[in-house]
C-alpha cells in the first residue's frame, strides 16, 4: 500500500499536558481520511505537527518518504502539504485574487529586484500566476467574484476561497480543518461534493478533521479517532460506528445509532 503520510508515535507536550501521545496514522495516497474526536482530543495539534507549527516531542512525520518532523511550514507547504483552518483565516481586507496569488508565493522564482526593475521574467510570471489564480477562483465556483474583499464574501465562500488558496501551493495533501463549520445542510452537502471531486479530478489526498457525523461516514474511506491525544479506534466507518470503545469513550449510544443512519443514507 503507498502510504503519502505515516505518522509513528507521535507526541505533542504543552508543559504537564500531553496533548498527542504516541500517534500512529497512516494515510494512503488518493484517499479521503478523517480524524474524529470531541474537543481537546488533539486533532489540531496533530495537523500543526504534520504542517511544522509544531515540533513533536518524540516520534516521527514521514511525507513521501522523507521526514518532515520538525520542518518549518513554509518548507512543509513546499513539499506539497497544505491546509485550511478551523476558524477562517484569509486576508480579510484583500480581494479574492489577491488572496489566491499568496498561497502561489511558494512556487514563485522572482526575487524583490525583479520586481522593481520589472524584468520580462518577472512580467511573465506574474500573468501566469494571474491567470492561474482567475482559474482557481472558477474551479471553487467564485467565478466573477476576484476583486470582491474576502471580508465581503458570504460565509460558505470564505471557505472555497480558502481553500481555492490551499490549492495554489499545488499540494499533494489538503488537510481540512472542519470544513463544513457553521454551513447549512445545502451548504454541507455542495462541500462534500466539492471536497469528492478535488480527490478524482485533481488527484489530491485529502485528510479532514470534522464534527459532523454524517459527513464523515459519508465521505471517508478510513477514520481515526482521537480522545485525550491518544488513538483509540481506526477503520471504515462501519468500522467505527459499531466500536464499543468508540461509543462508549466519545460518541454515546444515541450518536452511534445516528450514524447508522448516516451511513445507510449516504
Given at each position: 500500500?503507498?502510504?503519502?503520510?505515516?505518522?509513528?508515535?507521535?507526541?505533542?507536550?504543552?508543559?504537564?499536558?500531553?496533548?498527542?501521545?504516541?500517534?500512529?496514522?497512516?494515510?494512503?495516497?488518493?484517499?479521503?481520511?478523517?480524524?474524529?474526536?470531541?474537543?481537546?482530543?488533539?486533532?489540531?495539534?496533530?495537523?500543526?505537527?504534520?504542517?511544522?507549527?509544531?515540533?513533536?516531542?518524540?516520534?516521527?512525520?514521514?511525507?513521501?518518504?522523507?521526514?518532515?518532523?520538525?520542518?518549518?511550514?513554509?518548507?512543509?507547504?513546499?513539499?506539497?502539504?497544505?491546509?485550511?483552518?478551523?476558524?477562517?483565516?484569509?486576508?480579510?481586507?484583500?480581494?479574492?485574487?489577491?488572496?489566491?496569488?499568496?498561497?502561489?508565493?511558494?512556487?514563485?522564482?522572482?526575487?524583490?529586484?525583479?520586481?522593481?526593475?520589472?524584468?520580462?521574467?518577472?512580467?511573465?510570471?506574474?500573468?501566469?500566476?494571474?491567470?492561474?489564480?482567475?482559474?482557481?477562483?472558477?474551479?471553487?465556483?467564485?467565478?466573477?467574484?476576484g476583486d470582491m474583499l474576502a471580508k465581503n464574501l458570504p460565509y460558505g465562500e470564505q471557505r472555497r476561497l480558502e481553500i481555492a488558496r490551499a490549492l495554489a501551493s499545488r499540494p499533494q495533501l489538503l488537510l481540512l480543518d472542519e470544513p463544513t463549520a457553521g454551513m447549512n445542510p445545502s451548504e454541507t452537502q455542495a462541500m462534500v461534493h466539492f471536497i469528492q471531486r478535488l480527490r478524482d479530478e485533481l488527484g489530491i489526498t485529502i485528510l479532514i478533521i470534522e464534527h459532523q457525523m454524517r459527513v464523515v461516514m459519508s465521505i471517508s474511506e478510513k477514520i481515526t479517532v482521537l480522545d485525550f491525544g491518544r488513538k483509540i479506534a481506526e477503520g471504515t466507518a462501519k468500522e467505527i460506528q459499531t466500536n464499543p470503545t468508540v461509543i462508549e469513550a466519545y460518541l454515546g449510544r444515541g450518536a452511534a445509532s445516528g450514524l447508522g443512519e448516516a451511513t445507510a443514507q449516504g
Amino acid at each position: 500500500m503507498d502510504n503519502i503520510l505515516v505518522s509513528t508515535k507521535v507526541t505533542k507536550r504543552f508543559g504537564g499536558l500531553e496533548a498527542l501521545s504516541k500517534v500512529d496514522l497512516e494515510v494512503r495516497r488518493g484517499a479521503i481520511q478523517s480524524i474524529i474526536g470531541p474537543n481537546g482530543a488533539g486533532k489540531t495539534t496533530f495537523f500543526n505537527c504534520v504542517t511544522g507549527f509544531y515540533t513533536p516531542e518524540e516520534g516521527e512525520i514521514i511525507f513521501n518518504g522523507h521526514n518532515i518532523t520538525g520542518m518549518s511550514p513554509d518548507r512543509v507547504t513546499h513539499r506539497g502539504i497544505s491546509r485550511t483552518y478551523q476558524n477562517i483565516r484569509l486576508f480579510k481586507n484583500m480581494t479574492a485574487i489577491e488572496n489566491i496569488l499568496v498561497g502561489m508565493h511558494p512556487h514563485l522564482k522572482s526575487w524583490l529586484i525583479g520586481a522593481i526593475v520589472r524584468d520580462p521574467r518577472t512580467v511573465r510570471e506574474e500573468a501566469e500566476a494571474l491567470k492561474e489564480a482567475y482559474r482557481l477562483l472558477e474551479y471553487v465556483g467564485l467565478k466573477g467574484r476576484g476583486d470582491m474583499l474576502a471580508k465581503n464574501l458570504p460565509y460558505g465562500e470564505q471557505r472555497r476561497l480558502e481553500i481555492a488558496r490551499a490549492l495554489a501551493s499545488r499540494p499533494q495533501l489538503l488537510l481540512l480543518d472542519e470544513p463544513t463549520a457553521g454551513m447549512n445542510p445545502s451548504e454541507t452537502q455542495a462541500m462534500v461534493h466539492f471536497i469528492q471531486r478535488l480527490r478524482d479530478e485533481l488527484g489530491i489526498t485529502i485528510l479532514i478533521i470534522e464534527h459532523q457525523m454524517r459527513v464523515v461516514m459519508s465521505i471517508s474511506e478510513k477514520i481515526t479517532v482521537l480522545d485525550f491525544g491518544r488513538k483509540i479506534a481506526e477503520g471504515t466507518a462501519k468500522e467505527i460506528q459499531t466500536n464499543p470503545t468508540v461509543i462508549e469513550a466519545y460518541l454515546g449510544r444515541g450518536a452511534a445509532s445516528g450514524l447508522g443512519e448516516a451511513t445507510a443514507q449516504g
